[in-house]
């Protein structure tokens, strides 16, 4: 018998990020451990973690690719193929209805774990590029698309995210994230309840704002509850405060901010009372909580999921970074903070071209583009909606909109009438049995990764990379998603994705060469090409990874830097490389126009107004609204074929307040119709005081007995789809983000 191995690397999971320690067997996996030595991680691991080889050993999962055979999901077979022959399928489909509609008439989705592979991350884009259709959609309009805009507009670039300095923060109040269920999110933090415990225990302070009373209130100094969707109103409130109270003070950042008048003007309507009607938190609360952040030596305002998914989901992540600028917390430590990952240049004039929306529009509905993409809610509509520039076809990566997007079955429905269909994914599930190609990437643990979106987002600066496991016969995904790309652009790309590789490389290498002060500036292309692609174990993406790292923020600009970084020195390192605590990024890497952090951008002045003239209807005492939740063991729709995760008590329920059950007449483990204007779904009931009155939650991802749903203990274990009851009418207009949280909606004994 062979000695046990050992192998590190980072789990994809979750955004959090941690280093996993694996021992290997007789060529399987034998036990999978937090990696007590990971410099982000220290040893921390959650239960998805140690699923990672259950993912990868899934009799489901699929191993190549399958084409189905039959129209109605619920008879069709599935038959398995060669890699030719399915893309041979693949073109026939896509080339036939670009050449018979137009390139509009191919549309794309682009779920939540692309971001986590490297495969996807690096090659969306230039699939997307090579599509040349308007029609791109994706999670990140169910997710943090308000983020990104609020981020464009005040830093100039919707990628300019600051995350909470956890690690030395002394205040951290915190509106709609529960990182005790999902590890955190824009924020990459293994073992955030570790860092909270550690804010409390060097006498900082937690306050959590949330209609429920999750793990994380419980685990917080103070929860504050709130009625769903009004989380603008309790910021706008707070800063017109600050200003009342002459509390504003910018701190080293005021030199090149602008607009603070304008917002001072803008918010002086909101006044405390007037938010406490609308949120439910009294008008003393929202002073003492102004007072105590412009009191704090340091503070940080974190909103997530909660804050976003709702109608004013832009201008509340607006107000949480407006919040944190006024009150001096903005770029500094133990305040709000802009990671510096291996992968990114740090460079920059502090100025450029600025943040807009809108070049294009939908075609139905008119929503104009952000980050060009049109708000998922509006795919049903463009693909049964007759017209130029309907989708006939449509890709989807790493996706399953019909469990996680608004009124989901209209969308399930909408997907049976396409022309032809091709998806990436590893599983056959409710969105992806209407393909007519799954083309199915490796698991986690036969390719490479670095968890470039999630080191960007990082509490602290880090960098891990990590080979393949295992060796696989199938195709990576960055060499499906170049074939995609090859066949979009046309027969005269070919079909080699060498080309497309060799093509992205020497371009890399030819702007790296050609930067303003570059050290690689007298180095030739191919000289460095050998370099990047001396290794025959590697893979494209890793050649394009090694030369963002070597011309990045801590690069060893293959040799003209010693002791700089390179995916040599990663690779050496399977604990990841520490690069040091977050570090003041601004004016250097500010975008906008004029050069400063630009508070007052008219979008979001125009959006103060909405919420000024939206905000005349008073609650409904007796109306209910629908809210969603996460659970630890649960990751969106994707993760429910593994027994470990599942088993025990049913999750799939509805939260209500004992006092509303009681006058709903509904019995703790009975069942609820639960109806919103779109939609109706049968619950199980689960009674909790850890709910505010008036609202109720469904967790979502859930809903797999759909027919034609190749997952056997997922299947068995169903669920219901919180997504056909959420409006796709519903929008935060700025983002084009869809309202998940606050849905009105009538439940109902069964
Ligand atoms: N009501 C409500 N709805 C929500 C939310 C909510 O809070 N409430 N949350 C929203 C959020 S934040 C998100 S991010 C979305 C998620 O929405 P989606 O991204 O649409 O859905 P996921 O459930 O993440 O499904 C991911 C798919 O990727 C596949 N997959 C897994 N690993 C890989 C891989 O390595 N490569 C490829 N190609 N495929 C892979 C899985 O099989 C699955 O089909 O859901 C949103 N929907
Ligand atoms: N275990 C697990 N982990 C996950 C995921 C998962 O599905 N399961 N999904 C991953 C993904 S894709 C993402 S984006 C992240 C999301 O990470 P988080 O943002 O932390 O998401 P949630 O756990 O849904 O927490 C959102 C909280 O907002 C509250 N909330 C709802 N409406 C409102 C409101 O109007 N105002 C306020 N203040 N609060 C409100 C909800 O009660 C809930 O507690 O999690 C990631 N991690
Ligand atoms: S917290 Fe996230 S990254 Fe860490 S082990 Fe769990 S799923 Fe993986
Ligand atoms: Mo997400």
Not at 84 to 98: H, P, S
Not at 140 to 158: A, C, E, I, R, W
Not at 618 to 625: F, H, M, S
């Amino acid at each position: 018998m062979a000695a046990d191995t050992i192998h590190h690397r980072t789990c994809p999971l979750c955004e959090a990020s941690c280093g996993l320690e694996l021992t290997i067997r007789d060529g399987a996996v034998l036990r999978i451990r937090g990696d007590r030595e990971n410099a982000l991680s220290k040893g921390f691991i959650c239960p998805k973690g140690s699923a990672l080889q259950r993912l990868h050993e899934d009799p489901d999962r699929l191993r190549a690719p399958v084409v189905r055979r039959g129209d109605d999901p619920a008879t069709a077979t599935w038959e398995e193929v060669s890699w030719d022959e399915a893309f041979a399928i693949v073109e026939e489909g896509l080339r036939g209805v670009q050449q018979r509609h137009g390139r509009n008439a191919v549309g794309a989705y682009f779920g939540n774990p692309g971001v986590h592979s490297l495969g996807a991350v690096m090659f969306n884009a230039p699939l997307i590029r090579a599509m040349g259709s308007m029609n791109i959609f994706s999670a990140s309009t169910v997710d943090q698309m308000p983020k990104h805009v609020s981020s464009g507009y005040l830093f100039g670039n919707p990628l300019s995210i600051p995350v909470p300095d956890l690690d030395r923060t002394d205040l951290l109040l915190m509106l709609g994230a529960n990182p005790y269920e999902s590890n955190g999110s824009l924020c990459t933090a293994p073992d955030f309840p570790g860092r909270m415990r550690a804010i409390r225990e060097r006498g900082g302070r937690i306050i959590t704002v949330d209609p429920r009373n999750t793990r994380t209130a419980q685990n917080s100094d103070e929860w504050i509850p709130i009625r769903p969707g009004t989380d603008a109103h309790l910021l706008l409130a707070m800063l017109s405060v600050l200003f009342a109270e002459d509390l504003v003070d910018l701190g080293a950042i005021a030199e090149f901010t602008s607009g603070v008048a304008e917002v001072a003007a803008a918010v002086e309507p909101f006044t405390p009372e007037r938010a406490a009607a609308i949120t439910g938190v009294d008008a003393a609360t929202i002073v003492r909580l102004a007072r105590e952040l412009a009191a704090a030596d340091t503070a940080t305002v974190y909103g997530r999921i909660g804050t976003h998914t709702v109608g004013f989901g832009t201008l509340a992540s607006w107000a949480t970074d407006a919040l944190a600028i006024c009150t001096g917390n903005m770029d500094t430590p133990g305040g709000m903070m802009f990671p510096l990952a291996a992968h990114e240049s740090g460079r920059g004039k502090g100025r450029g071209r600025g943040f807009s929306t809108g070049r294009r529009h939908s075609r139905v509905r008119n929503y104009p583009e952000v980050r060009s993409e049109f708000p998922v809610a509006a795919l049903a509509e463009e693909i049964t909606t007759p017209g130029d520039g309907q989708i006939r076809a449509l890709i989807t990566v790493a996706g399953n909109p019909v469990l996680s997007t608004p009124s989901a079955d209209r969308l399930d429905a909408a997907l049976g009438e396409l022309e032809f269909m091709v998806s990436v994914d590893p599983w056959c599930n409710e969105t992806t049995r209407h393909a007519n190609v799954i083309l199915p990437p490796p698991s986690a643990l036969e390719r490479s990764d670095y968890h470039m979106a999630f080191f960007a987002l990082a509490v602290h600066n880090f960098a891990d990379w990590s080979g393949p496991l295992f060796p696989t016969e199938s195709l990576q995904e960055s060499d499906i998603l170049a074939r995609l790309a090859l066949i979009v652009t046309g027969p005269e790309a070919g079909t080699d994705p060498q080309g497309l590789y060799d093509l992205m490389i020497d371009g890399a290498l030819q702007s790296a060469i050609a930067l303003p002060d570059s050290p690689i500036a007298d180095r030739t292309v191919a000289d460095l090409r050998r370099m990047v692609t001396a290794d025959p174990s590697r893979m494209a993406v890793d050649h394009l990874l090694d030369i963002m790292i070597r011309t990045g923020a801590y690069g060893d600009w293959f040799g003209a830097v010693p002791d700089g970084l390179s995916l040599d020195v990663l690779a050496a390192s399977p604990h990841g490389v520490d690069l040091g605590a977050l570090e003041p990024r601004l004016p250097a890497m500010l975008r906008t126009a004029s050069g400063t952090v630009e508070l007052a951008n008219p979008a979001i002045l125009d959006d103060i107004a909405r919420l000024d003239a939206t905000s005349a209807t008073p609650p409904d005492p007796d109306a209910l609204v629908l809210i969603g939740r996460r659970d630890l063991r649960s990751n969106n729709s994707w993760m429910h074929n593994v027994n470990v995760l599942v088993k025990g008590k049913e999750r799939c329920t509805l939260n209500i307040h004992p006092e509303d059950a009681a006058r709903l007449g509904l019995v703790d483990g009975g069942e609820a119709e639960v109806a919103s204007r779109v939609g109706r779904v049968v619950v199980p009931v689960e009674i909790t005081g850890d709910i505010l009155p008036g609202v109720v939650s469904i967790p979502h991802g859930w809903g797999h007995s759909l027919p034609g749903v190749r997952a056997g203990i997922a299947s068995g274990r169903p669920g219901v789809n919180t997504n056909v009851l959420t409006d796709p009418e519903q929008l935060d207009p700025l983002s084009g983000n869809a309202v998940l949280n606050g849905i009105p909606v009538t439940v109902a004994p069964v």
